[in-house]
């Protein structure tokens, strides 16, 4: 157990990071608890919630830039809610129940379609659950899933006679389908103890699939609770799994989403004093068969309880008084094992502050939390919220795309590559290519035995919190060794060697050398693995010959794609031509294809020449783009790829990759058949192009117009 002001071990894979206040832009909504929030893709929505009164505005986070904004709703608004369920099917939106003004609990049901921002109130067909607050509302597939809640038995929303709940209600929410709620049957008939303000989350069933479940934590029923239920939505049967590791203290009014294979829990109320916690595992909450007793105190006036009078009297005894907590835990799902993320002191400044009734979602591998009552005890009487943003970082960042060129010159390769969302810097590396000699077909390669072969040497360009890099030189120290080499018995001159060794010794980039490059995403998890390296590597201009043409613009025309291009920055005389290729993917079977596969870095596909003159546009016809190899690797959109050079009196110089993206399609990588004249003369073409000499080196640019 933690004990105030003691710090424990913190998981070195998850790691808490604030985004800083003077990073957050746009109109901030104001601070609350009891609100709700879900995610599409990066943007987080959240609505209602309580402060001084219950709110009803709705706000949209755009996790990417910091920025919040409220976007102009329409149709049949509802009045503001708090402790309500909200659930995410694509861009449309479902509100159900929640805390009305006054008091009162609701048991309506509006959809909010997101791509509008415009509100309609449903009445879907059969028995209406009843009206009721701080039940879990989830999605499983196509169905909507309600479960628990508080309602009040009373008919004066002025009185208040709770009853905990542990009904299961569903709504099919499948396209084109009648709603209509439904009260399935258990299996078994076995069902957790009723309660409120605990967390749910769904696992699988992604697209109606089978296999989906809902896994329950914790949440109130008089006392708090720390015991996990699994329903099968395909039985409709409730189990309670052997779990291991120790799990969260009790609470009530946390959050849980998952990340991957692993829920995390974070906050909540939880008792002041743990006294049970050595006899959590025999709670009756634990049990499936509920024992009625009169309640014991007039805050509890018509609670329905699992316990005896005994039992009561010691539960209410020591939570007379809770706190908020920031502790928080994961369980993974695929062992059912917990594992503490952060047991902190309340006043640690590198974690959220405790907290209940906040909202948490989940965006790619970051849980975000929001808002909710700040931590106090139930004797001070006061509602303070937080007004603070936080983010887990559960794992390391994936390794961006492939990097690519953007322009090269004699000293210089200016290179950028893709984002990733969960990246806050890159560290770019780069490595001398030599290319290794050519051998004549059915020739095998020598090898000197008596040397051994290194693996080229990676080296570190720097780090940068953008996604492009101009550069001219990089750092070939040997630091990792220098670091190695001194201890507390090392002499000053070691010392100094040490340090002379681990100082920057900076290589310029040489004329006409090829280089390669890869890059790696760093957040506050550390460095993530590497991207794969870049094709063929990156060329310096040699003197004398022109540089890459820039600026290149691509836009759809009536008889097929129209380019444009600004001549080289550096063109060393005068442009005489340029030319433009194509990368088609051609039959393996082919006579094209064979000489592809023993010349190509990718054996299916090669580059062909569709255009050759002395202007800077041109138009690459219908019959040509038919037969153009389509490149998956920039998801969420393919690309088509074009390289251009020019020449001037010397030769030609390095060309420009550039990727004409594309409307993603079911099967992105597969296009319509060419037809047979596409497909002879794409095969021809390639063959002309593997059996002449070497094009011109080609080198990758990123898209200068939205357009290209």
């Not at 985004?19 to 929030?37: N, S």
């Not at 997101?114 to 009843?130: D, F, I, M």
């Not at 509302?137 to 309602?151: H, R, T």
């Not at 569903?170 to 605990?198: C, F, I, N, Y």
Request: net charge neutral.
């Amino acid at each position: 157990r933690m004990r105030a002001g003691v710090r424990k071990k913190m998981s070195t894979q998850m790691q808490w990071r604030q985004v800083p206040p003077k990073e957050i832009t746009g109109v901030q909504p104001r601070p609350r608890h009891g609100h709700r929030a879900v995610a599409i893709r990066d943007l987080i929505i959240v609505f209602g919630g309580g402060n001084e009164g219950i709110i009803d505005d709705l706000h949209v986070l755009n996790t990417g830039t910091n920025q919040w904004f409220a976007p102009p709703v329409r149709g049949d608004v509802p009045s503001g809610c708090a402790a309500f369920g909200f659930v995410c099917d694509g861009v449309r939106l479902l509100v159900f129940g929640g805390m009305m003004e006054y008091g009162r609990y609701s048991n309506d049901l509006y959809e909010l379609l997101a791509s509008r921002w415009e509100w309609r109130r449903l009445t879907p067909l059969g028995n209406t659950p009843c009206a009721r607050i701080g039940h879990s509302f989830s999605l499983v597939g196509q169905k909507a899933i309600i479960f628990g809640g508080l309602a009040n038995e009373s008919t004066d929303p002025k009185v208040n006679v709770p009853k905990y709940l542990n009904d299961l209600h569903t709504l099919d929410v499948k396209e084109g389908t009648t709603l209509q709620w439904e009260q399935p049957t258990l299996t078994d008939g076995m069902a957790p103890p009723p309660r409120e303000s605990h967390s749910c989350v769904a696992l699988g069933g992604q697209g109606g699939a089978a296999g989906g479940k809902l896994v329950v934590f914790g949440g109130m029923c008089g006392y708090r609770l720390a015991d996990l239920w699994v329903l099968d939505v395909d039985r409709m049967e409730w189990s309670q799994p052997d779990v291991t590791g120790t799990p969260p203290i009790p609470r009530s009014l946390h959050t849980a989403v998952m990340c991957r294979n692993k829920m995390i829990v974070f906050g909540g109320w939880v008792p002041v004093s743990d006294v049970r916690s050595d006899r959590r595992d025999s709670l009756p909450a634990f049990e499936t068969t509920p024992i009625k007793a009169e309640p014991l105190s007039s805050e509890l006036e018509g609670v329905s309880r699992y316990d005896t009078v005994q039992e009561i009297s010691e539960v209410l005894i020591h939570e007379q008084e809770w706190r908020c907590t920031n502790t928080s835990a994961s369980l993974d799902v695929t062992t059912w094992t917990w594992e503490p993320v952060l047991e902190v002191d309340s006043h640690d400044a590198s974690v959220p502050h405790p907290r209940a009734g906040h909202c948490a979602v989940a965006v790619d591998t970051r849980m975000y939390i929001w808002s909710g009552r700040d931590g106090f005890r139930k004797t001070y009487h006061s509602q303070i919220c937080c007004r603070d943003l936080w983010y887990l970082e559960t794992e390391k960042a994936p390794p961006p795309p492939r990097v690519q060129l953007v322009r090269a010159n004699t000293n210089t390769l200016e290179v950028c590559w893709n984002g990733v969302p969960t990246a806050k810097e890159y560290l770019l590396q780069i490595q001398k290519y030599d290319a290794p000699p050519p051998t004549k077909p059915g020739q095998p390669a020598t090898i000197d035995a008596g040397k051994e072969a290194l693996p080229p040497r990676w080296y570190t360009v720097g780090q940068t919190k953008a996604t492009s890099m101009s550069i001219t030189q990089y750092n070939t120290a040997e630091r990792e060794q220098a670091t190695m080499d001194i201890d507390v018995t090392s002499t000053d001159e070691e010392r100094a060697a040490a340090a002379a060794a681990a100082a920057p010794t900076m290589v310029e980039l040489q004329p006409g050398t090829t280089y390669k490059f890869r890059v790696a995403s760093i957040n506050a998890c550390g460095t993530g693995e590497f991207s794969d390296t870049s094709m063929r590597g990156f060329k310096t201009c040699l003197p004398g010959y022109p540089g890459a043409p820039s600026a290149i613009r691509i836009s759809k025309a009536p008889d097929g794609a129209h380019l444009s291009w600004e001549p080289p920055a550096n063109s060393a005389g005068n442009i005489t031509e340029y030319s433009v290729y194509l990368e088609i993917r051609i039959p393996p079977q082919s006579p094209a294809g064979a000489a592809a596969a023993s010349n190509q870095a990718n054996p299916q596909q090669a580059f062909v020449r569709v255009y050759c003159g002395a202007q800077p546009n041109c138009v690459v016809g219908s019959t040509s783009l038919n037969s153009a190899h389509v490149d998956i690797s920039t998801k969420p959109k393919p690309a088509i790829i074009f390289r251009i050079a020019a020449r001037n009196e010397k030769g030609y110089g390095p060309a420009t990759q550039v990727r004409w993206l594309q409307d993603p399609k079911p099967d992105a990588g597969a296009r319509p058949p060419a037809t047979a004249a596409a497909a002879s003369t794409a095969a021809a073409a390639a063959a002309a192009a593997v059996k002449r000499p070497a094009a011109p080196e080609a080198l990758d640019a990123k898209r200068a117009k939205p357009d290209a």
